[in-house]
C-alpha cells in the first residue's frame, strides 16, 4: 500500500517549508548578499506574482490576453494614489491599498473579460493589447494620476517581508484554485472547450473567473511595484510590458506555477548578471530565450508542478519498495 500524508500534514509540511525559506532569504540579504543584491529580491518577487497570475489566464485556461500591464497599471495607481490621499498610518493604509488595487483591476477584468473572453486565439490577444492601451493612455491623460509627468511622492513601503507574504498567497491561492472542481473545470476549457461545454461546464463563467484572478493578482503586483519605485509612469505599462510577462510564462512552461517562479527570477536577474557585459547582454539574453524555445518548446517545465509532499511521499514509497524487494530476495535465498 502507498504511503500517503494526511491534508493536515501537507499543510504543515509546507508552512514549515515556507518558513524556512523565508528565514533562509533572510539570512542571506544579512550575512551574504550585498544591499543591492538584496534589494533585487523585491522586483522578482513582483514578477513571479505577475507571472504566476498571468499563467493562470494563458497556462490553465488556454487563451492568449496580452493586458496584463494593463491590470498591473490599475491596481498600481489605485494602491498609489490611496495611501497618497487616506490619512492613516503606512502599516495600515498599504496593505488596503494593495488589496483595493487587486479588486479594481479583478472589476476591470470583468469588464473586459466580458466582451473579450467570447472571442478566441489571436482575436482575444488583439482585443486585451487594446484595452491594455486604452488604459494606459487615460492614465496619461488624467490630472489626478499625475498625466505624463507620472505619480510622485509614494511612500517606498514594499520591502522583502511584504512581497514574499504576496508571492505565499498567490502561489497558495491559485493552487488551491486549479486542484478544486473549479480548476479541473479551468483545465477541461484549455483542452477541449467545444467539449467541456457539450459536457455542461458554463465555459464564458470560468474564463471569466480564470481571467477575473489574474487581474486580482496582477493589481496586487502593481501596488507593490508603485510602492517600490516611489514614482510612477504610465509608459512602464505599455505593449513590451505584457509580453515580457507573457515571455516568462512561455519560457517556464505553460501551465506550470513552479515553471514561471524559476522563469520570473530567471529572467529578472538575467539583465543584472549581464551588466558586466554592457553592449552585448540583451543579444545574450535573446540568444538565450531563442536556445531554450527551440531545444525545450513546453517550456523547461513543460506542464510539471512541483509538490513537496508529494517529492517526500514519492522518496518513502521508493525506499519501501527496495527494502520490500531486497526482504523478498533475502528470502527466496534462505529457502
Not at 50 to 61: E, I, Q, R, T
Not at 81 to 97: D, M, Q, R, Y
Not at 307 to 323: D, T, V, Y
Amino acid at each position: 500500500m502507498e504511503f500517503r500524508f494526511k491534508t493536515r500534514t501537507k499543510y504543515l509540511i509546507n508552512t514549515v517549508a515556507v518558513l524556512a525559506l523565508y528565514f533562509f532569504l533572510m539570512f542571506l540579504q544579512g550575512d551574504v548578499l550585498t544591499r543591492y543584491q538584496s534589494k533585487m529580491l523585491i522586483p522578482v518577487g513582483i514578477y513571479i506574482i505577475l507571472a504566476v497570475s498571468l499563467n493562470l489566464a494563458a497556462g490553465f485556461l488556454g487563451q492568449l490576453p496580452l493586458g496584463h500591464a494593463g491590470f498591473m497599471s490599475v491596481g498600481a495607481y489605485t494602491a498609489a494614489l490611496f495611501t497618497k490621499n487616506v490619512a492613516l498610518p503606512i502599516a495600515v493604509s498599504f496593505p488596503l491599498g494593495l488589496l483595493l488595487g487587486g479588486i479594481v483591476a479583478a472589476i476591470f477584468g470583468i469588464l473586459i473579460g466580458l466582451p473579450a473572453l467570447r472571442l478566441r486565439g489571436d482575436y482575444l490577444a488583439i482585443i486585451t493589447l487594446g484595452f491594455s492601451e486604452i488604459i494606459r493612455v487615460i492614465i496619461l491623460n488624467l490630472d489626478f494620476t499625475g498625466g505624463a509627468f507620472g505619480l510622485r511622492g509614494i511612500t517606498r513601503a514594499t520591502d522583502f517581508t511584504s512581497v514574499f507574504i504576496c508571492v505565499v498567497i498567490t502561489i497558495a491561492v491559485l493552487h488551491m484554485l486549479i486542484k478544486s472542481r473549479h480548476g479541473r473545470a479551468i483545465i477541461a476549457i484549455r483542452e477541449n472547450e467545444i467539449a467541456a461545454e457539450a459536457t455542461g461546464i458554463p465555459t464564458t463563467y470560468y474564463k471569466t473567473l480564470g481571467f477575473t484572478v489574474s487581474a486580482f493578482f496582477a493589481g496586487i503586483a502593481g501596488g507593490l511595484y508603485a510602492h517600490y519605485l516611489g514614482i510612477l509612469d504610465a509608459g512602464t505599462f505599455g505593449f513590451m510590458k505584457s509580453i515580457e510577462i507573457l515571455v516568462m510564462v512561455v519560457l517556464g512552461g505553460m501551465g506550470s506555477m513552479i515553471g514561471s517562479v524559476i522563469a520570473a527570477t530567471g529572467l529578472t536577474l538575467l539583465p543584472e548578471l549581464l551588466r558586466g557585459f554592457d553592449n552585448y547582454r540583451m543579444v545574450i539574453y535573446s540568444l538565450l530565450l531563442v536556445v531554450v524555445m527551440v531545444f525545450k518548446p513546453s517550456g523547461l517545465m513543460g506542464t510539471y508542478d512541483f509538490s513537496l509532499s508529494r517529492s517526500i511521499e514519492s522518496i518513502i514509497n521508493s525506499r519501501r519498495r527496495k527494502a520490500a524487494k531486497k526482504e523478498g530476495v533475502s528470502h527466496d535465498s534462505h529457502t
